[in-house]
């Protein structure tokens, strides 16, 4: 049963019945993106603490009543979400908080976050009987649908921008999509992936577009709030390129709080590179966002123009949360940092939120005695080349006893 109750444009906020729009709201064009809304009465009935105690489904699929699906093949999708919550122990005293979590989404069958998206948008895909689907993205997004596609037997079509990370070109070609690699940056690639969708008819698993997306990006946070017990930190720390993730994690938590499920909704601490921020210049300037340069190494938070900017506003605003940018030398500090303290390897973005909360610390914004939980959006191993700038590699050593002991010795490993 669908405990769907309609579609909101976010920017004008008109009202549809299932059946009733397409994609985005008919008044407001392209821009007018849908949330999705549930009967959430008819929800606090089925979804309860019992419920979840009770569900074996360890995966993002346990929250399917609330993700506006039907259940029909869910068991046929790759397993995607569930992945592990941890006490980052190390971390939490580097960074002088008061306890930290992370969640490390990188686990997911692609490696990101993104999966979660992409594995709701495959399966409305087939529940449409669509052949194709495509999507453009910065990297993840785009390996995570041609892995979900491949897997439920549907052919994708993916533009990204040239400089996708060498680990995500191969991931795309590797399962069996097409890949267009585009000679320009995000905003080319989406504007040549929106012309071929439009002309060719396929699936849209473009994520600020398609409003389902933040309905598998939402499962996040309900997982958060499942693994800490109902009562999840203070500060939820993510990283920001479009902001669906963002929108999603706050709409995870806000529908749990409706449904009685959490007693409040975690202030959302919106991270971008300096490089690249266009949020938080709005944020500082109380201007409307404008179009940013896409100069940061953390290539899925290179977003120029954010696809999906009011769902990412209003879940800063809602949350009492804030903004912060940090330095690209910082998210490469992080990510090293990470693998040192908790041994979990992230890509840049995956763990520009990490730097993200020393700064908010040091700012004042995260005070000492707040508890803090962050997601790590996408595995390390992507990105090797960016990877490489947080270690220093050793030269080849000559296999004999005494430059090993000499070797140690330097290395302060004896
Ligand atoms: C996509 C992505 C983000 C940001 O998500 P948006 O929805 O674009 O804001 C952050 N980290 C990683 C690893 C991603 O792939
Ligand atoms: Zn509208």
């Not at 709701?120 to 390996?143: D, F, H």
């Not at 999906?308 to 912060?324: D, E, M, Q, R, T």
């Amino acid at each position: 049963m669908s405990y769907i109750k309609g579609y909101r444009c976010t920017i004008c906020g008109a009202e549809f019945k299932e059946g009733e729009v397409g994609l985005t709201c008919p008044h407001c064009g392209e821009k007018g993106i849908l949330d999705v809304i549930y009967d959430y009465d008819e929800l606090k009935k089925v979804l309860t603490k019992e419920y979840f105690s009770n569900n074996r489904n360890y995966s993002m699929w346990r929250y399917a009543p609330i993700m506006g699906i039907k259940e029909d093949h869910i068991d046929e999708m790759l397993r995607v979400g569930w992945t592990p919550l941890y006490h980052a122990r190390n971390l939490e005293k580097e960074l002088g908080v008061a306890k930290l979590y992370v969640k490390d989404d990188g686990l997911n069958p692609s490696g990101s976050s993104k999966d979660r998206a992409s594995g709701v948008a495959v399966l409305k895909a087939v529940e449409a009987g669509a052949k194709v689907i495509a999507c453009s993205s910065t990297g993840n997004a785009a390996s995570s649908c041609a892995c979900q596609a491949a897997h439920m037997g549907l052919k994708a079509v993916i533009f990204v921008p040239k400089r996708a990370p060498i680990g995500k070109a191969t991931q795309i070609c590797l399962y069996g999509a097409t890949l267009v690699k585009v000679d320009g940056d995000y905003k080319a690639a989406f504007q040549l992936s929106k012309a071929a969708i439009d002309k060719y008819g396929w699936y849209n698993r473009n994520a600020a577009i398609n409003p389902f997306m933040v309905e598998g990006k939402k499962t996040v946070s309900m997982e958060i709030a499942e693994q800490l017990n109902w009562e999840p930190t203070d500060w939820v720390a993510v990283s920001v390129g479009d902001g669906c993730t963002v929108g999603g994690v706050y709409k995870g938590f806000m529908e749990f709080h409706k449904l009685g499920l959490i007693k409040r909704i975690p202030k959302i601490l919106g991270v971008q590179s300096t490089g690249c921020c266009p949020f938080v210049i709005s944020s500082e300037t109380g201007e409307p966002l404008k179009e940013a340069d896409e100069n940061t190494l953390a290539d899925s938070i290179a977003v120029g123009i954010p696809r999906n900017p009011i769902k990412a506003l209003n879940a800063i605003k809602f949350s009492n949360g804030a903004w912060v940018s940090v330095p690209d030398s910082d998210i490469i500090k992080a990510m090293g940092l990470l693998g040192r303290t908790e041994g979990i390897f992230g890509e840049p973005a995956g763990v520009a939120a990490i730097a993200g909360i020393k700064k908010a610390v040091e700012l004042g914004i995260i005070k000492p005695n707040e508890t803090v939980t962050t997601i790590v959006t996408g595995n390390g191993l992507k990105d090797p080349v960016n990877g490489q700038k947080a270690v220093s590699m050793p030269d080849p050593l000559e296999p004999n006893m005494d430059k090993l002991d000499e070797y140690l010795r330097q290395k302060g490993a004896i």
